[in-house]
T-cell receptor
Framework: QKEVEQDPGPLSVPEGAIVSLNCTYS??????FMWYRQYSRKGPELLMY????GNKEDGRFTAQVDKSSKYISLFIRDSQPSDSATYLC?????????????FGTGTQLKVEL | DAGVTQSPTHLIKTRGQQVTLRCSPK?????VSWYQQALGQGPQFIFQ???????QRGNFPDRFSGHQFPNYSSELNVNALLLGDSALYLC??????????????FGQGTRLTVV
């Protein structure tokens, strides 16, 4: 079993829809949770960064972390065609050695006109 | 702010050859990590460098080695290339010592093709 599970999709929604992307994980030691957006053949771009449980909002994006269920979500409101990309969840526990990130496989999202 | 820069952008090598990839971290960052991303997969952690030392290593063979320079830039070296080494190689920078937390910023990647 992978440490981080993420539905690969593809997920196709109409423009303006609310998108919900999710990841589950098995390692209860993870403390920091991130969402990255990756366009085709580009490097991942950091969208949201949260510590421990709770919600964080940034514009059209909301990240939720439920550590008791080992479940994290990213919501995108008023989705746009420019949001079409692969969304990667990542998580880590800070140790004296560093911040190794463990990623999900990514969910491919297409927002259609 | 130039962000994280990687070179080259693309590279084609023959099986058995050696390759060196380069990364300059984001201004103010002191820690560099390398990841391998196969097509359709999430990035897999190779190793991380801080203060010119390898601090953490993922499940990759010794053919993968690295280096960090005093200016915090880094190199990833892969020896005896295999077809399976074909992937997007990503560099990420972060600032652990200055209390920047766990967030990491990625470069655009180097796409390596082994033929």
């Amino acid at each position: 079993q992978k440490e981080v599970e993420q539905d690969p999709g593809p997920l196709s929604v109409p423009e303006g829809a609310i998108v919900s992307l999710n990841c589950t994980y098995s390692n209860s030691a993870f403390q920091y949770f991130m969402w990255y957006r990756q366009y085709s053949r580009k490097g991942p771009e950091l969208l949201m960064y949260t510590y421990s449980s709770g919600n964080k909002e940034d514009g059209r994006f909301t990240a939720q972390v439920d550590k008791s269920s080992k479940y994290i979500s990213l919501f995108i409101r008023d989705s746009q065609p420019s949001d079409s990309a692969t969304y990667l969840c990542a998580m880590t526990k800070l140790t004296g050695g560093g911040n190794k990130l463990t990623f999900g496989t990514g969910t491919q999202l297409k927002v259609e006109l | 702010d130039a962000g994280v820069t990687q070179s080259p952008t693309h590279l084609i090598k023959t099986r058995g050859q050696q390759v060196t990839l380069r990364c300059s971290p984001k201004s103010g960052h002191d820690t560099v990590s390398w990841y391998q991303q196969a097509l359709g997969q999430g990035p897999q952690f190779i190793f991380q460098y801080y203060e010119e030392e390898e601090r953490q290593r993922g499940n990759f063979p010794d053919r993968f080695s690295g280096h960090q320079f005093p200016n915090y830039s880094s190199e990833l070296n892969v020896n005896a290339l295999l077809l399976g080494d074909s992937a997007l190689y990503l560099c990420a920078s972060s600032s652990l010592v200055s209390g920047g937390g766990a967030e990491a910023f990625f470069g655009q990647g180097t796409r390596l093709t082994v033929v």
